[in-house]
């Protein structure tokens, strides 16, 4: 792994303010498909695309000719003085691929900034309505929705809300269906059960009247480690949304773009479609940054009429970024790759599957399509977890490096839901690619494995599992 040595002025991003990480971050210096290299030249394969961002692998021809025709031709134009035609075919083409109910588009420039934009939109839309007093959110915890003020405020983690408060609008939260840890006896449809009457009981709480939305992941993600509802709760918390006037948005900036089999996570439950719905990562590929908020011709040409909706930000619907995004479109669309995304989901599935059988600390596998979380225990009998303080999920990314293999693993909520890693590769991985990765994760868990034992951590039931 490759160490750079931190200058003492001027540090990397990552070390701006984060506590010590154990994990050693390569330095990047090239990337092709879904491989990096870092500067003494080792080989990574990328197997979550960043966080579920590089849906097509790094160095696409189409998308990087794209964006440079789009800069020699027009390379910026600001929303509230000019308008330009990537901003419209990319809002026209999302629209068509979301369906009826969805026909404007506003972009930002990634997931955060399309969180806060979303939330200032229905909060808008409420007053100018007549609803001045909905103002309340309601989140899962736990769960992530940004990083911006106002989507950090509104994510579920209670580590993090009391800096927050009395800073910004904090969410109220309801417990998110969390089915591999359910309380013993309770089915899985129980616990989202609970979990929609928890909704239900905090509207009430809060008064219908002053509750603006509840946002939530469809699949669950970072936070969660793609946990998926059944179509029961999804319906359930509709026909809630519904019956209190409170506006269902969905976080789609991981699932959005096929990342978890259709191109929205919303088309697996037609009957409890959001009203809002929120894109990012995947849409620009890597390349560009980019987000959006679909929301009804209704609602928006309603705020329109009003009062209007003027906040924009000066890059936002950036032709540049447009373009790439089109690009990944025509890529997807042509290349069908959500057709070999289909396979690849099958193969990686059979494969992680395997892994845990192999590896007793590998308690839960999660996820549809290609977004995959592996939850790691210290006792898959007990699912005890493992210790916060051995930083699992930190350890687990060392190893992977030392294989050549990042995955994605963030501890959220200081790890009181537990510790998973994610596998996301791109909807362009063949099968041998796909055979690698699970050969090369299989090399990082074998490491793991001996660390965990070295450090006592493994049960005697997972040490005699393994022989
Ligand atoms: C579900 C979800 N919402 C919002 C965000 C924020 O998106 P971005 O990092 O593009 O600002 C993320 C990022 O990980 C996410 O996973």
Redo the contacts with the bound molecule.
């Keep these: 792994m490759n160490a750079s040595p931190e200058p003492a002025v001027g540090r990397t991003q990552d070390a701006f303010y984060s506590r010590a990480s154990i994990v050693s971050l390569p330095l990047i210096t090239r990337a092709q498909g879904i491989r990096m290299w870092d500067e003494a030249g080792k080989e990574y394969i990328d197997a979550s695309c960043g966080?579920m961002v590089s849906c097509l692998g790094h160095g696409n021809e189409r998308v990087i000719e794209a964006m440079a025709a789009q800069a020699r031709q027009l390379d910026y134009a600001f929303t509230l003085v000019a308008r330009n035609r990537p901003n419209a075919a990319l809002a026209g083409r999302l629209s068509r691929l979301a369906g009826p109910g969805y026909e404007r588009v506003t972009f930002a420039s990634?997931?955060?900034?399309a969180?806060d934009r979303t939330l200032q939109f229905a909060r808008q839309f409420a007053v100018a309505t007549g609803a001045p007093s909905r103002r309340a959110i309601i989140t899962l915890e736990p769960s992530?929705?940004?990083?911006t003020i106002a989507?950090a405020a509104i994510s579920g983690d209670q580590s993090r809300s009391p800096f927050f408060q009395g800073f910004a609008q904090v969410s109220d939260t309801v417990p998110a269906p969390m089915p591999y840890r359910r309380p013993e006896g309770m089915s899985v449809e129980e616990q989202e059960g609970a979990s929609a009457a928890a909704l239900e009981r905090k509207i009430a709480e809060l008064g219908a009247e002053n509750v603006l939305a509840f946002v939530i992941?469809p699949i669950g993600?970072?936070s969660r480690g793609a946990v998926v509802p059944t179509a029961g709760y999804m319906r359930a918390i509709r026909d809630i949304c519904t019956r209190h006037g409170v506006l269902l948005i969905f976080?789609e900036?991981?699932t959005g773009v096929g990342r978890t089999g259709p191109f929205f996570a919303m088309h697996r439950w037609p009957d409890a479609r959001p009203d809002i719905l929120v894109l990012?990562?995947a849409l620009g590929g890597g390349y560009a940054p980019i987000?959006a908020t679909l929301a009804p011709a209704g609602m928006v040409d309603r705020v329109a009429e009003l009062t209007g909706f003027e906040f924009a930000y000066s890059y936002n619907a950036h032709p540049i970024a447009c373009a790439a995004a089109l690009a990944v479109l025509d890529e997807i669309e042509e290349r069908q790759l959500l057709e070999n995304a289909a396979h690849r989901s099958v193969q990686l599935e059979t494969g992680l599957k395997a892994l845990l059988g192999r590896f007793a600390f590998l308690g839960d596998l999660r996820g549809r399509g290609l977004y995959r979380a592996v939850e790691m225990v210290r006792d898959r009998k007990t699912k005890v977890m493992l210790p916060q303080e051995f930083r699992p999920t930190e350890r687990m990314r060392n190893h992977a490096l030392a294989q050549g293999l990042m995955v994605y693993a963030r501890t959220t909520s200081q790890g009181r839901y537990g510790h998973w890693f994610t596998h996301a590769p791109a909807l362009t991985t063949t099968e041998a690619e796909c055979s690698e990765i699970l050969s090369r994760l299989e090399r990082a868990l074998t490491g793991f494995e001996d660390e965990l034992s070295a450090a006592g951590l493994l049960v005697r039931q997972a040490a005699e599992a393994r022989s």
Excluded at 144 to 147: L, P, T, V, W
């Design positions: 966080p990634g997931g955060s900034e969180m992530y929705h940004g990083g989507a992941e993600g970072i976080d900036i991981i990012a990562k987000g």
